[in-house]
């Protein structure tokens, strides 16, 4: 279920449900264009089936639970869309303009929960702190950010106004809504 547009040429593919170094997905089948798909010789085990692109980047999940019956009629919810963001530092000059050579970035990582897979995605940050993620299945998150300078912390996190920073952050794909940052 998802934009066709999105669709046109992704793959669901299964996942192993241990995490593991990059994608360890073990094989896939075509999206049709009706959205259908079909992954034959499935055995008894948990998995995450999930619909990527030919860039492997994730637009949508579902964890499911093989037993000895074939499953029809499993969808998936395939509408990532970027996630944004801004993280600032607490005090400092805001009007002052980012010095484009500056070599402080931060990397922001999003990880999902509750998925019987790792499912991951991050973007560094511009020099103004602005970032940028690529297409983000919708569900929910961990989000960590990296390459803090000594002595400094994240102290705030909120998802277009609401507090996430001691929760996990709900995606909804709705490119309107942002995370903003604190350190």
Same mark, same amino acid.
């Given at each position: 279920v998802g934009d066709p547009a999105l669709l046109q040429g992704a793959r669901v593919v299964r996942m192993n449900r241990e995490p593991t170094s990059g994608y360890g997905w073990s094989f896939g089948a075509d999206v049709q264009k009706d959205g259908s798909f079909d @992954? /034959? +010789? #499935?055995?008894?085990? !948990?998995f995450c089936l999930t619909v990527m692109t030919a860039r492997q980047e994730i637009l949508g999940w579902t964890p499911i639970v093989i037993s000895k019956e074939d499953l029809e009629g499993v969808r998936i919810a395939a509408n990532a869309a970027p996630l944004s963001g801004r993280i600032t530092v607490e005090g400092a000059d805001t009007a002052k *303009?980012? %010095? *484009? +050579?500056? /070599?402080?970035r931060y990397?922001?990582? @999003? !990880?999902?929960v %509750?998925? *019987?897979? &790792?499912?991951?995605? =991050?973007? #560094? &940050?511009? *020099? %103004? =702190?602005?970032f940028a993620t690529s297409a983000l299945a919708p569900g929910k998150y961990i989000a960590d950010i990296t390459g @803090? /300078?000594?002595?400094?912390?994240?102290k705030s996190l909120r998802m277009s106004g609401v507090d996430v920073l001691n929760d996990d952050l709900y995606w909804t794909a709705d490119p309107g809504r942002t995370l903003e940052a604190v350190i």
């Amino acid at each position: 279920v998802g934009d066709p547009a999105l669709l046109q040429g992704a793959r669901v593919v299964r996942m192993n449900r241990e995490p593991t170094s990059g994608y360890g997905w073990s094989f896939g089948a075509d999206v049709q264009k009706d959205g259908s798909f079909d @992954l /034959p +010789n #499935m055995w008894s085990s !948990t998995f995450c089936l999930t619909v990527m692109t030919a860039r492997q980047e994730i637009l949508g999940w579902t964890p499911i639970v093989i037993s000895k019956e074939d499953l029809e009629g499993v969808r998936i919810a395939a509408n990532a869309a970027p996630l944004s963001g801004r993280i600032t530092v607490e005090g400092a000059d805001t009007a002052k *303009p980012a %010095d *484009p +050579n500056s /070599p402080v970035r931060y990397r922001v990582q @999003l !990880t999902a929960v %509750d998925v *019987p897979a &790792t499912i991951q995605a =991050g973007a #560094m &940050t511009k *020099p %103004d =702190g602005s970032f940028a993620t690529s297409a983000l299945a919708p569900g929910k998150y961990i989000a960590d950010i990296t390459g @803090l /300078p000594a002595g400094y912390y994240l102290k705030s996190l909120r998802m277009s106004g609401v507090d996430v920073l001691n929760d996990d952050l709900y995606w909804t794909a709705d490119p309107g809504r942002t995370l903003e940052a604190v350190i």
